[in-house]
C-alpha cells in the first residue's frame, strides 16, 4: 500500500488547514487509518485515528476539539481538518494504514506509512 499526503501548507495562528491522504490500494479501506506528526528534533507522536468504517475515532488530547479525522473508503481517503491552528502544530503530518479493523496510538500498530505533508503554523 502506498500512500500520498497532500494539503499541507503555510497557516497563520488561528487558521485552519484540511491535509488528506490517498491509499493506492481498496484494501486499506478495511483498516483503521490514522495521522501522526514529527516536529524537528521530536519523537513522532500521534494525532488521530480513524475505524474502518468511520464509527470510531480517537484523538489526542492536543488534537481534541479542534480537529477531525474523517475517511471516504470509495476514494480510499483519510482527511484531517484542522481548526485553531497553533505554532506548535508545526510538523511534518504522516498519515498511516493499521494493520487491523480499529487502532489505538502506537505506531507499531500501523503497518504502512506515507511520506507526510509539512504543515507550518505562523505565530
Known amino acids: 500500500v502506498q500512500l500520498q499526503a497532500s494539503g499541507g501548507g503555510l497557516v497563520q495562528a488561528g487558521g485552519s488547514l484540511r491535509i488528506s491522504c490517498a491509499a493506492s490500494r481498496r484494501t486499506a479501506s478495511n483498516n483503521a487509518m490514522g495521522w501522526f506528526r514529527q516536529a524537528p528534533g521530536k519523537e513522532r507522536e500521534f494525532v488521530a485515528a480513524?475505524?474502518?468504517?468511520?464509527?470510531?475515532?480517537l484523538y489526542s488530547d492536543s488534537a481534541k476539539g479542534r480537529f477531525t479525522i474523517s475517511r471516504d473508503n470509495a476514494k480510499t481517503t483519510v482527511y484531517l481538518q484542522m481548526n485553531s491552528l497553533k505554532p506548535e502544530d508545526t510538523a511534518v503530518y504522516l498519515c498511516a494504514v493499521a494493520r487491523l479493523s480499529v487502532s489505538g496510538t502506537d505506531r507499531s500498530s500501523y503497518a504502512y506509512w506515507g511520506q507526510g505533508t509539512q504543515v507550518t503554523v505562523s505565530s
Open positions: 480513524i475505524s474502518w468504517n468511520g464509527g470510531r475515532t
